[in-house]
């Protein structure tokens, strides 16, 4: 048997070393967080996909009494974005979080296996990959496209 090394590169960024562009889309998700229905987990995530069409689409994580019913910030992003520009390419996804106590997490988060396969399913559908942005407010995670977070996805059959 011989080992196989799966390899993923992830830059650790400041806000101030992305482009104008990468750092709009951010503030998108962190404004985003402010509409976040999180009663359960009081944990509001905040997502913003930008399109090649240079719009943005904002999402947050809308959580149910019915626990599997909610859905994620990124899933509620990128469905808006799908419902309203159906053949529209995602170039860049940026995600952020605020704790119950209304402070914007320090070190990013990562999006859940759910939502890393739906975002495999868009980069398949456009055949281009989405640059993900993790926000925290020491230090910024840019990642080049899902296959670094997901490697040997399930894509096709
Ligand atoms: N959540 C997201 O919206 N995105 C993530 O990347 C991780 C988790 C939500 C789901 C749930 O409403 C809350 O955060 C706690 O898990």
Redesign the pocket.
Known sequence: MEDLMLKSTIKVAQLEELTTTEQALIHSAIEATSNSY?VY?H?H?GAAVHLANGENVIGC?Q?NVSFGA?I???RSAIFAAGAQYPDTPIEMIA?AARKADGQLQELP????GI?RQVMIEVETRFHRPIQILLFGTKEIYVINGIKDLMPLSFTDF
């Open positions: 999180a987990s944990f995530v994580n959580e909610g994620c910030a990124e995600i988060i990562s999006p859940c939502c």
